[in-house]
């Protein structure tokens, strides 16, 4: 079974305005981190925010916040004010502490902001 | 502060032929983490060591591969002999080792091509 499951291969939105990206989880631990990533098409793999199984308050960033909803088990990123270098493959994943170190990426969704 | 060095960042080599991937973690980090991205099967990790110690190699696709970190500051993953499936990104990542699923930095990542 798909442990991180983003259902959005694509998203489009306009600059300025705010997106959300999809990601549903599946655990049954009680402690377990959630992560978001970005990979520009230069590669390279940026952390963007993370959420604790414990935290009450969801995570922000910046422009970054993390929509955490424990209940329904998902974890949405939302990208306030979308600018132009946000166009990127946006990976979430989750880290099952402490059993294990490994992080489970999902597939992934490729935003495009266009002017 | 210097980020995880990840070294060649692009290689070409032919089928049958050794390949050694490098890696420098962040100074302080003591986990160190090798994943492989392709289109086909997305990011998925091959092993990672926790204090220089190998903790989970489960992903490592079969024998043809190898890691090894003989010191906290540098780690190795070798393909010997190499074959074009091979031809991925292969990204090295660490994260300190507290109290707590820490995040993981990653380097630019290597990619490698078997032809």
């Known amino acids: 079974a798909q442990k991180i499951t983003q259902t959005q291969p694509g998203m489009f939105v306009q600059e300025k305005e705010a997106v959300t990206l999809d990601c549903t989880y599946d655990t049954s631990d009680q402690s377990y981190g959630l992560f978001w990533y970005k990979q520009p098409s230069s590669g390279e793999m940026i952390f963007l925010i993370y959420?604790?199984?414990?935290?009450?308050q969801n995570a922000t960033e910046g422009r970054y916040s993390l929509n955490f909803q424990k209940a329904r088990k998902s974890a949405n990123l939302v990208i306030s004010a979308s600018q132009l270098g946000d166009s990127a493959m946006y990976f979430c994943a989750m880290r099952e502490w402490p059993n294990t170190d490994k992080l489970i990426f999902g597939t992934g969704t490729r935003l495009q902001v266009f002017p | 502060d210097a980020g995880v060095i990840q070294s060649p960042r692009h290689e070409v080599t032919e089928m049958g032929q050794e390949v050694t991937l490098r890696c420098k973690p962040i100074s302080g980090h003591n986990s160190l983490f090798w994943y492989r991205q392709t289109m086909m099967r997305g990011l998925e990790l091959l092993i990672y060591?926790?204090?220089?110690?190998?903790?989970?190699d489960s992903g490592m696709p079969e024998d043809r591969f190898s890691a090894k970190m003989p010191n906290a500051s540098f780690s190795t993953l070798k393909i010997q002999p190499s074959e074009p499936r091979d031809s991925a990104v292969y990204f090295c990542?660490?994260?300190?080792?507290?109290?707590?699923?820490?995040?993981?930095?990653f380097g630019p990542g290597t990619r490698l091509l078997v032809l």
């Open positions: 990542a660490s994260s300190p080792q507290r109290e707590g699923p820490e995040t993981q930095y």
């Open positions: 959420q604790g199984s414990y935290d009450e």
């Open positions: 060591f926790n204090n220089n110690v190998p903790i989970d």
